[in-house]
C-alpha cells in the first residue's frame, strides 16, 4: 500500500499558522479516528505531537491541532515559532497494512 | 520515566539476519497495556512502520516485510526485539523501536533514539 499523501513541504512566517494535510483512502483515514501526527528534527526521533485524530499528549502546546474531513486529516500549528522548523509525519491505522505513514512534509519557517 | 533503548549490530552483511533489541527502562513491558513497535527509516527517507508486539506476545506485521520479520518479547528482561532475515542493502536503515500512548491507538508516545543499520559487505 502507498503511503499517505502529504505536500512536500509548506512554510510559513513567524507567528502565522500553517495547515499540512494527511490524504488517505477509505481503508484507513476515512475509516478510522485512529490518525496521529509527528514532528521530527532532523537527525532526531520523531515526537508525537497529535493522536487519535485531535488529542494531545500531556506536554504538547495547543498551538498543535488536529482535524479529520473524510478522507484527509490536518495538522494547524498557530504561533509559529522557528522552532516549529521540522519534517512533520502522519499515520493511520489501516486495514490493509494495520499502521501507514505519510510521507512527510517539511517545515520551513521564514 | 520511560526510556527505551535500541541495541545490536549496526553493520550486517548481505543476506543475513539483522537482530535489534529494545530495552525499557523506567516502566514495565507487561504492566503498560499498550503495544509496543518498531519503525524504521532509511537514509533521507519517510517512516515505515514494521511490525508491533503486545505483552501477550500476539503480534502484526507490516505484509511487505512479514515473510522475513520476527517480532518478540522477552518479560523478564523487560525488553522486546526484532529480527529481519535475508538482508540487502535496501533494509539499511534507522531502526527505531517505540511504545504506544493508548492501547491499539497506534500512536507512538515514546521512542528510542534510533539504531543505524547498514547492509553492506
Known amino acids: 500500500q502507498s503511503a499517505l499523501t502529504q505536500p512536500p513541504s509548506v512554510s510559513g512566517s513567524p507567528g502565522q499558522s500553517v495547515t499540512i494535510s494527511c490524504t488517505g483512502t477509505?481503508?484507513?483515514?476515512?475509516?478510522?479516528?485512529?490518525v496521529s501526527w509527528y514532528r521530527q528534527p532532523p537527525g532526531t526521533a520523531p515526537k508525537l505531537l497529535i493522536y487519535?485524530?485531535?488529542n494531545r499528549p500531556s506536554g504538547v502546546p495547543d498551538r498543535f491541532s488536529g482535524s479529520k474531513s473524510g478522507n484527509t486529516a490536518s495538522l494547524t500549528i498557530s504561533g509559529l515559532q522557528a522552532e516549529d522548523e521540522a519534517y512533520y509525519y502522519c499515520?493511520?491505522?489501516?486495514?490493509?497494512?494495520?499502521?501507514?505513514f505519510g510521507g512527510g512534509t517539511k517545515l520551513t519557517v521564514l | 520515566q520511560l526510556q527505551l533503548q535500541e541495541s545490536g549490530p549496526r553493520l550486517v552483511k548481505p543476506s543475513e539476519t539483522l537482530s535489534l533489541t529494545c530495552l525499557v527502562s523506567?516502566?514495565?513491558?507487561?504492566?503498560?497495556?499498550?503495544?509496543w513497535g518498531w519503525i524504521r527509516q532509511a537514509p533521507g527517507k519517510g517512516l515505515e512502520w514494521i511490525g508491533n508486539?503486545?505483552?501477550?506476545?500476539?503480534?502484526y506485521l507490516n505484509p511487505a516485510l512479514k515473510n522475513r520479520i520476527t517480532v518478540s518479547l522477552d518479560t523478564s528482561k523487560n525488553h522486546f526485539s526484532l529480527r529481519l532475515n535475508s538482508v540487502t542493502a535496501a533494509d539499511t536503515a534507522v531502526y527505531y523501536c517505540?511504545?504506544?500512548?493508548?492501547?491499539?491507538?497506534?500512536?507512538?508516545?515514546?521512542w528510542g533514539q534510533g539504531a543505524l543499520v547498514t547492509v553492506s559487505s
Open positions: 477509505s481503508n484507513d483515514v476515512a475509516s478510522y479516528n485512529r
Open positions: 508486539i503486545y505483552h501477550s506476545g500476539s503480534s
Open positions: 499515520s493511520s491505522y489501516t486495514t490493509t497494512t494495520s499502521v501507514i
Open positions: 517505540a511504545r504506544e500512548i493508548l492501547y491499539d491507538s497506534t500512536a507512538f508516545s515514546h
Open positions: 523506567g516502566g514495565s513491558i507487561t504492566s503498560a497495556g499498550v503495544h
Open positions: 487519535e485524530v485531535s
